[in-house]
């Protein structure tokens, strides 16, 4: 009979023994699922910039550092005011041609050469002012002048980011610093330890997630994120082939009728060209500054074309805080489920 | 002892085999391929004239096609500079050292531009004015433009044909390189870009020599150069 009595105690033990490592198994495995999930969200961190070729494939972080750089000595208020300033001065002369000039001195273009160059002072007034085809080049250039005055701001709050090429690594680094940690937690579950400094430690790393957008202010504050997508939008038609071909192809009519001018119209209106026709004067005055300084923008637009597109391709730039913010709650959260769960 | 034999008149064929393969001298004619003879000295240039009906027509001359523009069909860019009645062609005039050197380089000068934009190199060409502002052409051993390393300017003749390398050729305009090489630094031949072809008359020394070359990069991207030279030959020493 005692014995018996021993046995039943015996199994009674045993019974809440096993309980008590079921239970215990079943709380770890609770513990480890929500680390698990971390530390693959560390991974998806680390592998981002490589999925959207970031870094690596067309490397479109370092190709828009580069767009920035490159743009940079032309979006300013003081170069944008000079374009403006370039465009109304040819405006100027082209009207001055157009009602006073060419009436006055048509008479006296008598010669082969001189024809010649009536026809093509014509034909540049013509195409200036759109008479000839859809949009005029005056319309034209005035409008991506001022389309590109109209994203001064935005490119400033895009610069004063960090360099392009450092964000592969805003992703990376924190990837691998959550990936190492939760693997650390993990580690000390197993061990019947609970989750302890490597769960606080992930909770830290997904509020620091969270933060980032802030603290960078690509959200709130400059919402330099927003900006950055209103940019690349805007520019979506300027930064074309197309764009740049029909731009270069102005500059011969201009710059031909430019010469002309100066060399075979100007002189038939007597040694007083000068003050009778000031905005002409002030066009071949200024012509060469004019040339020098639009060709080396159109070279920095069709030099940037590729970086361009790259940046293009990138997810919109208004949705790069969530890229941080949402693997920051969940990072979080799963830090803190670990916790609980130990 | 029979080794050491051996050896020594191996030593003395390849002595001996060396000795008789180095220049012939005379100057200006270097044996390359077979058949082949490299031309080195001055391709001295002709001013090119041109009256107020058209085009040059003759001596050496600039011309510049449009993006959408093929050889020969144009459309060809007109320069309301030109002194040309058909304003698409821009003579041009020998610079100071007569002409196009080969075997040599006739590099820009520092600085390349002046404070107005004006090219200021003068060896080959006199500068040329191109919308008010004057392009200058030289052969330089690193091109401006794409920071590339360049051969040595080449011409070589066979049979009365031209050929060679003049990658190192380029135009300095408005503060702006263009590399006008044919073919580009490291071989390339994009679009347009073929030659240098001509002819050589090995009694009088007169040539022509024609090629074009596709802008790569920067505001005139895709347009293309067409040079023109004629003149004499003269060998260098």
């Known amino acids: 009979m005692a014995t018996r009595d021993a046995d039943l105690a015996a199994e009674q033990r045993l019974a809440e023994s096993a309980a008590r490592v079921k239970q215990r198994t079943a709380a770890r495995s609770a513990a480890i699922t929500p680390l698990r999930v971390a530390l693959v969200i560390g991974i998806g961190l680390i592998a981002a910039p490589f999925i959207f070729q970031m870094l690596g494939g067309d490397n479109r972080a370092l190709k828009g550092a580069d767009m920035m750089d490159a743009f940079k000595p032309y979006m300013t208020e003081t170069r944008i005011t000079q374009f403006q300033g370039f465009l109304g001065t040819i405006d100027a002369a082209e009207q001055e041609t157009r009602t006073k000039f060419l009436p006055a001195i048509e008479p006296a273009a008598t010669s082969v050469p001189q024809q010649q160059a009536v026809a093509a002072v014509e034909d540049w007034s013509a195409k200036w002012r759109g008479e000839t085809d859809a949009i005029g080049i005056n319309e034209d250039m005035s409008g991506m002048v001022n389309d590109i005055a109209a994203n001064l701001d935005n490119y400033a709050a895009v610069n004063a980011l960090p360099k392009f090429f450092l964000f592969p690594f805003f992703f990376i680094m924190p990837g691998i610093m959550i990936a190492l940690i939760a693997r650390a937690a993990i580690k000390r579950v197993r061990t019947g330890r609970g989750a302890g400094t490597p769960g606080k430690l992930l909770v830290v790393m997904g509020v620091g997630l969270i933060a980032a957008p802030f603290i960078f202010q690509m959200m709130g504050g400059e919402n330099r994120a927003f900006e950055g997508k209103s940019m690349i939008d805007d520019f979506k038609p300027i930064m074309t082939q197309e764009n740049i071909g029909n731009i270069q192809g102005y500059f011969p009519v201009i710059g031909l009728a430019e010469g002309q001018l100066r060399n075979d119209l100007v002189p038939l209106a007597g040694p007083s060209a000068t003050t009778d026709y000031p905005a002409i004067a002030e066009f071949s005055g200024v012509w060469n500054t004019i040339s020098a300084e639009f060709a080396d923008f159109l070279g920095a637009m069709n030099d940037n074309l590729g970086e361009y597109s790259a940046v293009k391709a990138l997810p919109p730039f208004s949705l790069f805080p969530f890229f941080f913010i949402l693997p920051g709650l969940m990072v979080a959260g799963l830090g803190l489920a670990a916790l609980r769960r130990t | ?237």
């Open chain 2, 1 to 237: 002892m029979p080794r050491r034999l051996a050896l020594c008149v191996l030593l003395s064929v390849a002595l001996v085999a060396s000795a008789c393969g180095g220049d012939d001298g005379g100057g200006g004619g270097d044996e390359t391929a077979a058949g082949a003879e490299e031309l080195v000295g001055v391709f001295k240039i002709d001013p090119g004239t041109c009256d107020t009906a058209g085009p040059v027509t003759k001596g050496s001359y600039f011309r510049m096609i449009t993006p959408d523009g093929k050889p020969g069909d144009g459309p060809y860019v007109p320069n309301g500079d030109s002194p040309c009645g058909d304003k698409t062609w821009a003579p041009m005039k020998p610079g100071s050292d007569g002409g196009l050197r080969t075997g040599e380089y006739q590099p820009y000068p520092d600085p390349a531009f002046d404070d107005k934009g004006n090219g200021t190199a003068a060896s080959v060409t006199q500068p040329t004015v191109w919308f008010a502002v004057t392009f200058a052409n030289a052969t330089n051993e690193k091109d401006p433009q794409t920071d590339a390393a360049t051969s040595m300017p080449k011409i070589v003749v066979e049979e009365g044909k031209l050929s060679g390398d003049l990658s190192a050729y380029a135009a300095a305009w408005n503060k702006q390189h263009f590399n006008q090489g044919a073919p580009k630094p490291g071989g390339d031949r994009p679009g347009l870009t073929v030659g240098p072809t001509g002819t050589y008359d090995e009694a009088t020394k007169a040539y022509t020599l024609d090629w074009s070359s596709q802008i790569v990069g920067g505001p005139f991207n895709n347009f293309t150069g067409v040079w023109h030279l004629e003149g004499t030959f003269e060998a260098e020493g």
